[in-house]
């Protein structure tokens, strides 16, 4: 055992040796800074010391971006509050592959240009978006696949996630800024796929129990998990739309829906648990589950209400989901879903498609008016019209939502059809892709390693029910038992 | 014993659908984006692109105000440092409710507008700041509250702190930034009047030990509060300042402010108590108190010396009033304050607006000049008058801190006597207030639960002296169990 | 024993009360608001509506250079995922001091002005800065010295870091923009050159296991602490380029950095260490090393591989050094290094500076092209000018990283020489500084408690050998017992 150990631990040292050299030579050939955006637009005149407002204010994006992909995310939600701070490696490790992989992925479909990769901060907020479905598939297939794994994982799912994103976003123009569509949801199902392919039948006995039985100490990480999304996760919804105007909506519609599916969670808690106050995770998850399903939503809705109501239902959705869907998906379909990335990604993510579609055909009915931006200053017969300069504000916005209506090249239910096919174009990809993943995966794990791989973690997870699987000692519990 | 708690957990349910709906129905009636302010000044060229420099700076603060009221006040300050993660679902029900109520309520004061209130970005500041007082005021009475009273004590404690801050704010003209009087003083005095109304005779003689027999957990959470107010709150004293220019004194006073009392700690610590350094409880104490000092005080000191000096005497103040006034208060007028928010927000608070009425006497004396601001350019005498351009700059603050004296329809001596009648009238509006909740809250109480009621979280607080309270289970631990 | 604890306790409350009162009296002689910065230049016009960007954007800058010096190096990262939190409020008692300590004597140094020292919101993150070498240096000695013996040795390197500054920055016009040289190498090897004057012979066995024997909450902090730095501390090394156009790529190169080191840490932790996976202090002892050495080369890497390559290296070196050079420190030169500041500060300190140099030579002879910035609108021939407005940029960025260069004052060799000149400088004042303090600091320790002293925080800190420590008790694991 010892030396096979040896063998396993040598075999991932090299995998990410070969990985990184790979990604050095990959970005020596190809990626070069962007000259005109990183250093700011000089004029000829030396004139350095104006900044320019796009660069000025793509920083702080950037760090929010960060500050989701990392901490909400990859560690301290998925990870951390079920886990243990032994699975973070190599979450970060993953982080750390896939964020290079991303870059490079990305710009050979988007930013290729002489020859070049042009980097910005703008790429990386992109590939940390990438990264951020990579996290959310391998919530699902957690404690199941060594290191190794989740790096073959991120090496192909990547690729499919661009690919996906290129196609929606690029050729089908949806509107989808918070990624509803091309990263909760595409994340969650491609997971999901992996660990269908991934199952084996005798094993899936144990993990009925496994939401339940956490310590204290998974609630200290939920409450933190839960405090940062309230924080920091409505400017990551809004956090890749160009157009800064109607941001704003986005933040406050995103912030209206958490508060009220909060509210839900404690609605639904006492009926479905015999808890009086839902526990943290519970709160956690709907917290989530607005986020995955607002993403596309977001900018759409037009008033505060409307957000209160898609947030509590979601809000009553999403646990339902939890307590009835879950087991269904495990009994019938087996599918293990280590994290509940259905419940807080899948889920609320077809919701939020959904949502948007409905968005779309309503949004020019009576909410924005039927008329095209540039008639817009002469009616006036809208709900808002009575306050100060609306008109102008309604057809900006119907132009920073969905540019190709507003600039008549499009009809509202042609982009309405568009946001409703995406969904099952989102889901077809998410599973091909996943099935390919998870077969690939299941080719590299040599038959002698399997057992051992599923012991992995377990006494971090679960109480184990063999009694052949002794009290792991202190180091399990730390680290992640590597076998490539 | 099961069957009523199922009935009240249900009740809970109940009360929090109800109130839910209650929200999204009046919310569906009054509350509408504001057209102008959010989706920013579009004119009618459709030229969308360029961001207003308001909006484009409202996000930062919008953000730091949230981080401000879940961290620090409500979970990591308040709760988790005491009372260990279980208290913090309940407290993130309250600010969820307490946010939309507060949004309504406000609206009805001061946003409403051709029957419809307006929503923006600022407007969730400002209901972030009543949603503050709310989780100061269930500071004094944690543990021996349930949620539903909670929601209930928010409902009320919501609209008398709007009011107060309408007759504070907007009526008397007091300058009041940081609201040391609208926020820190009314939620202490409010939910210490709620907790003498509630208080049980035969019960006080358990809290003596409270503070000292902490574990190592509520250091940890305490490290990790204090830095949080460190970094943030010197921005949160200073996000409802509309005016920009003023804003950088109140975050560098704060901060200087924060650094002398943090040192004060470390001097009288060794003296009141056995320890040689303080706990870091102690000192998130001092920082909480030199925050609720510098909410008013904090835009008014012109120098950096100053605002050292009043760090230093509230960190010396704050301690000595929590080892001599707090038994004092406990034993003679029958107050149990659980968090301890009399020493860290109460007192501060009065110290605060004391010190805002002396800076206000004094601002014009010898720092803003006596001269108003249209005739400002021609005096030279101050002390920073040697220094490039201070005339305007002395001019442009008195008028950005005391706008009527300023503009000359109000004197200084008047001004000051705003600010010290304020103090007398927040005092009493938070005890009649507290006092009436209170009240209120007793007819909700049935007389059967209300043992059982005092026994929740009891184990995570405080070492039990009848030892008829047995040594809760796990799950007293980490819940607050509910009996509305 | 307790009598002379009592005396330790009250001189500590002494010294800190003695130290602050002389703070409040230097700055109300010498310390003043910088009248036209943190007001804004108002015009005479009363017009003060309109913010300035300058500074608009300083308080993000100075909320990060906080949100370093607080929690990543001070508490987080240094001590609490290595002592526990206890720790904590010496650490804070240090930095309340040193901010304090290092605004007066920078201020003495560089802002007298009329007799008096203008401070802004810049003011107070190059405080930080130097509270961050005093933080750093502490991290040699921390468990050996007293709180009171901490406020001296701050006293005294504060002193001597801002006359390092002053020459390096000042006088040779080294550029040092994330102070790879001023703040890491001269804090780590200043607080070596303190912990080999206090060293004791007979004491030196027992530090071997130090870092191997560390329990579950040690991970969670290296978590956290791990995030926070992926987070916010791009932003720390280019918190002080005044040229904002050239900070992104300082952001991006320090960012592309750590995604390799931390690759690279997976890579060589199992050959060195029997695990598979890399524990989080590993990955958190990367970070720091990047962090470092990015201080100085962040700014002058003009391509994304560079940086890649950098990173790599650096995540491969540090691991290295604390695996074979840090026991030769400790064997050889009778130096200990409680919390490894050599391998994460001092060490890739060295590197950043010769990597900074080298970056000089080189950026001149290709990337930044030979021609000054005046004639650089008709030179094409760089690999980036196949780009839309390269030249420009390219001059721009020169003259932004080296303006004496830019300006032909100095030629591309010259500046290399200052680069390469000033670490030997740096090794040579922090070597001289440190030997004094540890100096003055032994003079300050009475013989008798040196042995208590030795035991302080022990508990937490290591596993006795001698068998002559019992196993202390709860009060010795959460606070420093403090002999001054």
Known sequence: MPEHTAASRLRLSGLCFLLQILNILLFAAFVRYSPGGSPGPCPPQLNCSRRSPASAFQQPRFQDAHIQVLLSFGLLV????????????????????????????????????????????????????????????????????????MLLLALLE???????????????????SGRSLTVH??????????????????????????????????????????????????????STTAHHNAENWAVLNTYF?????????????????????????????????????????????ATPFGALIAGFLVGLISPLGSRFFTPLLHSRLKIQDTCGVHNTHGLPGVLGALLGTLLTLLATADTYGYSS???????????????????????????????????????VPEQALMQLGALPLTLLLA????????????????????????????????????????????????????LV
Chains 1, 2, 3 share one sequence.
């Open 257 to 301: 829906s958490l508060v009220a599916s909060t509210v839900a969670t404690f609605i639904l808690s006492p009926l479905l648990y015999e808890e009086s106050t839902p526990r943290m995770v519970q709160i956690q998850d709907a917290t989530l589950a607005v986020m995955a399903m607002m993403g596309m939503a977001g900018e759409m809705l």
């Open 373 to 411: 931006p540039l008639e817009g200053i002469t009616q006036s017969q809208e709900p808002v019209a009575s306050s100060p300069k609306p008109v102008p504000s309604v057809a900006c916005r119907l132009e920073l939502v969905f540019p190709l209506v507003a600039q008549g090249s499009r009809t």
């Open 185 to 238: 949801t595409f994340g969650a199902y491609f997971g999901l796929a992996v660990s269908r392919v991934l199952q084996q039948p005798h094993k899936d006995k144990r993990k009925r129990e496994e939401q339940r039985d956490k310590g204290q100490q998974t609630d200290v990480f939920a409450v933190v998990g839960t405090i940062y999304l309230w924080i920091f996760w409505p400017s990551f919804t809004s």
């Open 78 to 149: 998925a990870f951390l509050s079920r886990y243990g701070p032994g699975s973070a490696a190599s979450s970060i490790l993953v982080t750390a592959f896939a964020i290079q992989w991303a870059l490079l992925i990305q710009g050979f479909f988007y930013f290729f240009l002489n020859g070049k990769i042009y980097v910005e901060a703008q790429s990386l907020v992109s590939a940390d978006f990438c990264t951020a479905a990579v996290l959310i598939s391998s919530g699902a297939v957690l404690g199941r696949v060594s290191p190794g794994q």
């Open 431 to 482: 599973a091909l892709g996943g099935s390919l993943t998870g077969a690939v995966l299941k080719i590299r794990v040599p038959r002698c390693c399997r057992d051992a791989q599923y012991k992995e973690n377990a006494a971090f997870r679960e109480v184990p029910e063999e009694g052949s699987e002794p009290s792991a000692n202190g180091k399990e519990e730390l680290g992640i038992s590597t």
């Open 158 to 176: 990547v690729s499919l996630c661009t690919l996906s994103e290129y196609i929606l976003l690029g050729l089908m123009a949806v509107s989808d």
